[in-house]
């Protein structure tokens, strides 16, 4: 995985458990520690989930890479 890959499934890690939190509790945990959901930064922040949600979806149809060997094979 490149660093951009872990980068988008962190963000959209952050956006699942925020939503979660959303469901769960009522709480927007994300707008709470920046500010509120009009804020500049909060919306930035939900942006980039929501772009790094669409590049998640190309890691789907990525060949599999040859990183994880079978142990046999040694």
Do not use: Q
């Not at 920046?34 to 922040?45: D, H, M, N, P």
């Amino acid at each position: 995985m490149s660093v951009i890959d872990k980068l988008a499934v962190l963000l959209v890690t952050v956006g699942a458990l925020n939503w979660g939190s959303v469901g769960l509790f009522g709480f927007d945990a994300v707008s709470w520690a920046l500010g509120g959901s009009g804020a500049l930064l909060t919306r930035i922040v939900f942006t980039l989930v929501g772009i790094a949600g669409v590049w998640t979806v190309s890691l789907l149809f990525r060949p599999m890479s040859d990183e994880i060997t079978d142990l046999s094979e040694r």
